[in-house]
């Protein structure tokens, strides 16, 4: 009977274990990141939630007055796991990502192969755009920097809807939708993203943890990489969607400062001419009102 029971709670033990590894996926016995996809997006969704105790700073509003724009910021402590919001509300509001979608965007041209390198030339596709420095040829790299619209469009009817679907769904990207427009999805919807999800996708792609090739993950963050010096590291991407007319304006990335990294995000309501141009301003300011960039 020992012997009989003995066996019998081996048996159990054996089918929770096996339980337990079907539920947490298999990393731990040495599977790649891809193979346990679409249990991290679900583990992602779920951390992308904004905790109890988080830090209210209303009193920051004033910044956004001061430069006559409404919008959210939200700011993440990588290492104390602290986040620090304006406007609690709209900063857990999903909102169309526009040029911001340009980070995981990238990142998914490479990782198809759908672009080979950085400094490969996405040809222009001869539709008139609102800016006439997009109607050109240039490299992706480029087409970062200036938040060439059109260029990630041509990459995008390369990738295809399938595939930029599954990588939504593999990198935890917001909402994960695309709809059924290619070229748009990220510029009109339906994909969206608030900005406390903005720094948690952050935060993964900063520390290259991201289910996709470390070499991939470094060309992005250099891809975004805006300036270093007085001891820090600024990365960041604008998003406008409806450009150039009103809509959501974005301006979202880290800050590697003192062995630290905070991941931000800002939206605004573009509203009027000028408003686009605050962006970073508006960002900057509360990045220094908060200690993560050094005052001038």
């Known amino acids: 009977m020992i012997e009989l029971s003995s066996r019998n709670l081996r048996?159990?033990?054996?089918?929770?274990?096996?339980?337990a590894l079907t539920l947490f996926g298999t990393a731990a016995c040495g599977a790649a990141p891809h193979d346990s996809a679409p249990r991290a997006a679900a583990a992602v969704a779920a951390a992308d939630q904004i905790r109890p105790g988080i830090t209210e700073r209303d009193d920051l509003r004033a910044v956004f007055d001061a430069a006559g724009v409404r919008?959210?910021?939200?700011?993440?402590?990588?290492?104390?796991?602290?986040t620090t919001v304006v406007d609690r509300r709209r900063a857990q509001t999903p909102?169309?990502?526009?040029?911001?979608?340009?980070?995981?965007?990238?990142?998914?041209?490479?990782?198809?192969?759908?672009?080979?390198?950085?400094?490969?030339?996405?040809?222009?596709?001869?539709?008139?755009?609102?800016?006439?420095?997009?109607?050109?040829?240039?490299t992706m790299r480029e087409a970062v920097?200036?938040?060439?619209?059109?260029?990630?469009q041509v990459i995008a009817r390369r990738i295809g809807l399938q595939r930029e679907r599954q990588w939504l769904q593999r990198l935890?990207?917001?909402?994960?939708?695309?709809g059924t427009v290619v070229d748009r999805f990220w510029l009109d919807g339906p994909l969206k993203i608030s900005a406390v999800e903005q720094t948690r996708f952050m935060e993964r792609l900063a520390a290259g943890r991201l289910p996709a090739s470390r070499e991939h993950q470094r060309t992005v963050r250099e891809l975004i990489k805006q300036e270093?010096?007085?001891?820090?590291?600024?990365?960041?991407?604008?998003?406008?969607?409806?450009a150039?007319?009103?809509?959501?304006?974005?301006?979202?990335?880290?800050?590697?400062?003192?062995?630290?990294?905070?991941?931000?995000?800002?939206?605004?309501?573009?509203?009027?001419?000028?408003?686009?141009?605050?962006?970073?301003?508006?960002?900057?300011?509360?990045?220094?009102?908060?200690?993560?960039?050094?005052?001038?």
């Open 145 to 152: 920097r200036v938040s060439n619209a059109a260029a990630f």
């Open 228 to 242: 270093e010096k007085d001891g820090y590291t600024l990365f960041a991407k604008s998003g406008w969607q409806n």
């Open 11 to 19: 048996a159990r033990l054996g089918a929770t274990t096996l339980a």
């Open 172 to 178: 935890g990207y917001g909402n994960r939708q695309t």
């Open 244 to 296: 150039p007319g009103p809509g959501t304006g974005w301006w979202a990335g880290w800050v590697e400062r003192g062995g630290r990294v905070y991941t931000f995000a800002l939206n605004i309501d573009v509203v009027k001419d000028g408003d686009a141009g605050k962006r970073a301003t508006v960002a900057r300011e509360l990045l220094q009102r908060l200690n993560v960039l050094p005052t001038a």
């Open 95 to 138: 909102l169309v990502p526009a040029s911001s979608f340009k980070v995981p965007h990238a990142l998914v041209a490479l990782e198809t192969g759908t672009v080979k390198s950085p400094d490969e030339v996405i040809p222009w596709d001869g539709t008139p755009q609102p800016f006439p420095e997009w109607e050109q040829d240039m």
């Open 71 to 82: 919008g959210s910021f939200a700011l993440l402590d990588v290492r104390t796991r602290s």
